[in-house]
T-cell receptor, first 111, second 115 residues
Framework: GQNIDQPTEMTATEGAIVQINCTYQ??????LFWYQQHAGEAPTFLSY????GLEEKGRFSSFLSRSKGYSYLLLKELQMKDSASYLC????????????FGSGTRLLVRP | DVKVTQSSRYLVKRTGEKVFLECVQD?????MFWYRQDPGLGLRLIYF???????EKGDIPEGYSVSREKKERFSLILESASTNQTSMYLC??????????????FGPGTRLTVL
């Protein structure tokens, strides 16, 4: 079957670095997405990894290991506005158009 | 920039009412999706459409139907609203990826309360 696991909640301090992990099981791999969702708002696209390794985009980086079924999102120089839920998603085995989403990790950034 | 809009941000309906949620995208995307999002359950796919008049059931289609008469517009219909359909409803659209899955872009969501 297909499954995604993420921690439910994390807390970090402004200015620090935080790593949000995601493990997945999927039949056939076709990339992994990270989305950010502020409370009461729609998810917005952060990153897409299809090859192993780290992809950096400003303060945010995303890492993928296909052999381990593992990804993480790294947020550096945390700001208060980074308080949000972070959703990990992978395409379904039966259709690359449809995504399976994890339940999301709620990140709270404290001053 | 991709823009996905939804007809209402907040909606309150009574049990048994027929409810229409509309979604419009302006990027000529082939694929459109309806999800509902509930605490602890994440995003769950209700229906998916890959072309005009074409649709596929998602994971939780019971109690819902959809309509796609024009490429840019995808409607979700609750035939007879029930209290367990109180939720946040999110519409998304994506292009057909040439070699890999294309990114889904989301609308702002409609928070539906059924009394």
């Amino acid at each position: 079957g297909q499954n995604i696991d993420q921690p439910t909640e994390m807390t970090a301090t402004e200015g620090a670095i935080v790593q949000i992990n995601c493990t997945y099981q999927t039949s056939g791999f076709n990339g992994l997405f990270w989305y950010q969702q502020h409370a009461g708002e729609a998810p917005t696209f952060l990153s897409y990894n299809v090859l192993d390794g780290l992809e950096e985009k400003g303060r945010f980086s995303s890492f993928l290991s296909r052999s381990k079924g593992y990804s993480y999102l790294l947020l550096k120089e945390l700001q208060m506005k980074d308080s949000a839920s972070y959703l990990c998603a992978v395409p379904r085995g039966d259709s690359s158009y449809k995504l399976i989403f994890g339940s999301g990790t709620r990140l709270l950034v404290r001053p | 920039d991709v823009k996905v809009t939804q007809s209402s941000r907040y909606l309150v309906k009574r049990t048994g009412e027929k409810v229409f949620l509309e979604c419009v995208q302006d990027m000529d995307h082939e694929n459109m999706f309806w999800y509902r999002q509930d605490p602890g359950l994440g995003l769950r796919l209700i229906y998916f459409s890959y072309d005009v008049k074409m649709k596929e059931k998602g994971d939780i289609p019971e109690g819902y139907s959809v309509s796609r008469e024009k490429k840019e517009r995808f409607s979700l219909i609750l035939e007879s609203a029930s209290t367990n359909q109180t939720s946040m409803y999110l519409c998304a659209s994506s292009n057909i990826g040439r070699t890999t899955t294309d990114t889904q872009y989301f609308g702002p969501g409609t928070r539906l309360t059924v009394l």
